[in-house]
């Protein structure tokens, strides 16, 4: 995910895509990590500070001293983990759009085998033949639908 190593690389990138950082104490990222991991290892919490320095030399944090304690650092997000926070949500929405596409390809050739046995079954019974063209004219406009849904997904895939 990162291109450089982070301490608990796992639990940072949940608090940071899922997270606006603004004037965050360091406090606040160990109750994220301490939620999130369920045992407390007393190791964890240096890596926890190894991984807000190397942030903050790679500019996705910034740094600046409290104006009310002088001891205590407020960390604040930068516009560089604003952008790899949307890099990341778009390639995950990708991700979703395509899968969502798999599953109305999958609906439309349903809806085209229909299409042919309602076809046969009219050859072979022919005396239902309004019952035919109903079920017939459902499909095809099941099958605009699902045109229609395939076109919206390639114009929001371009998009994203």
């Excluded at 160990?30 to 190791?43: A, D, G, R």
């Excluded at 596409?101 to 079954?121: A, P, R, T």
């Excluded at 050859?123 to 605009?144: C, G, M, R, S, V």
Aim: contains cysteine.
């Amino acid at each position: 995910m990162f291109d450089f190593y982070l301490p608990l690389e796992d639990y940072f990138a949940k608090i940071l895509l899922e997270n606006r950082i603004q004037n965050w104490e360091a406090k606040l990222f160990w109750i994220n990590i301490e939620h999130l991991n369920l045992y407390e290892e007393k190791s964890l919490r240096k890596k926890m500070y190894s991984a807000l320095r190397v942030l903050i030399t790679n500019d996705f944090l910034s740094v600046e001293y409290s104006k009310y304690n002088g001891r205590i650092f407020l960390y604040s997000e930068t516009i560089k983990l604003q952008q790899f926070r949307k890099k990341m949500l778009a390639s995950n929405y990708k991700d979703l759009i395509q899968n969502e596409k798999k599953l109305i390809d999958n609906e439309l050739e349903q809806f085209e085998l229909q299409s042919k046995f309602i076809d046969e079954l009219y050859l072979k019974f022919p005396e239902l033949a309004p019952q035919y063209l109903k079920l017939k004219h459902d499909i095809n406009l099941n099958l605009k639908y699902c045109d229609a849904k395939l076109k919206t997904i390639h114009n929001l895939i371009e998009i994203i």
